[in-house]
C-alpha cells in the first residue's frame, strides 16, 4: 500500500515559500509545490494568478468566518478539496471551465449526500479499530 504514496517525486513535497500581498501588505506563505500546482490549476481556470486566488479565498473568508487562523493549512485544505471534487465528479475535470461559472449550491449539496455519521467501512470518523487478538 504505500508504495503507491512513497513514490510520489520527492519535488512534490518539497516546500515553497512566496510572498504575496494581501491589500498591500505582504505576507509569506510557506506550501508544498504540489498544493501550490493545484491552487495555479484553480487560478488558472478562472483567468486569475495565484495571487489573485489567494487574496479572493482570503477576503471571502474573512467576510465568512469574520477572521482567518492557520491560513496555509486552509490553502492546503482548498487544494486538496478541489482535487477531491474533481474526483467525486461535482468540478468537471477539464480545466477550460471557470470555477465560478459552476453552481456552488449544487456542488455542495452533492457533498450533503455523502453519509455523515460514519463510513462505507463502518469505522466513524476518528474512530481508530483495535486489531482483532488471537485467541489461543
Not at 482570503?58 to 486538496?80: I, P, Q
Not at 459552476?102 to 462505507?120: F, H, I
Request: proline letters at 4%.
Amino acid at each position: 500500500m504505500c508504495k503507491i504514496f512513497i513514490s510520489a517525486d520527492p519535488s512534490s513535497y518539497e516546500s515553497r515559500t512566496r510572498s504575496v500581498r494581501l491589500h498591500g501588505v505582504v505576507t509569506s506563505l510557506r506550501l508544498e509545490n504540489l498544493n501550490w500546482a493545484v491552487l495555479d490549476e484553480i487560478a488558472g481556470r478562472d483567468g486569475m494568478t495565484v495571487a489573485q486566488l489567494i487574496e479572493k479565498l482570503y477576503d471571502e473568508l474573512v467576510a465568512d468566518r469574520g477572521a482567518v487562523g492557520n491560513f496555509s493549512s486552509f490553502l492546503r485544505v482548498c487544494a486538496l478539496r478541489y482535487e477531491n471534487l474533481i474526483a467525486q465528479g461535482l468540478i468537471p475535470r477539464d480545466a477550460a471551465i471557470p470555477i465560478r461559472s459552476l453552481d456552488a449550491d449544487r456542488v455542495l449539496d452533492g457533498l450533503q449526500r455523502e453519509p455523515r455519521s460514519g463510513t462505507r467501512s463502518g469505522v466513524r470518523s476518528g474512530e481508530v479499530r483495535q486489531p482483532k487478538r488471537a485467541l489461543n
